[in-house]
């Protein structure tokens, strides 16, 4: 079993930048993706960016270019750096890990609200 741990999110203004943090810890050894996903009200939780153990990287278009995913596998962490925030960011956003079976691990979500 896998444990994720969010901290970071928060209320910001548009244009604005803020960093999500993720722990993860029990069965680490097993975890093959760490990442974000994102849920704005009302719809489906989506990919926000994943990153593999041989760091291969998969963004979503709308954050490529504003949002940064960082991977340290020694401290078992992953980070989220989102600059140039628009108000359709604004989502509870999930940090998610995947062993090599491919079965996910949730967090339980930290709320991102970027106000125009």
């Known amino acids: 079993q896998v444990r994720l741990v969010e901290s970071g999110g928060g209320l910001v203004q548009a244009g604005g930048s803020l960093r999500l943090s993720c722990s993860a810890s029990g069965r680490t050894a097993s975890i093959n993706a760490m990442g974000w996903y994102r849920q704005a009200p009302g719809k489906q939780r989506d990919l926000v960016v994943a990153?593999?153990?041989?760091?291969?990287?998969n963004y979503t278009d709308s954050v490529k270019g504003r949002f940064t995913i960082s991977r340290d596998n020694a401290k078992n962490m992953v980070h989220l750096h989102m600059k140039r925030l628009k108000p359709e960011d604004t989502a509870v956003y999930y940090c998610?890990?995947?062993?090599?079976?491919?079965?996910?691990?949730w967090g339980q979500g930290t709320q991102v609200t970027v106000s125009s």
């Open positions: 998610y890990a995947a062993d090599y079976n491919d079965y996910p691990y």
């Open positions: 990153i593999t153990s041989s760091s291969s990287l």
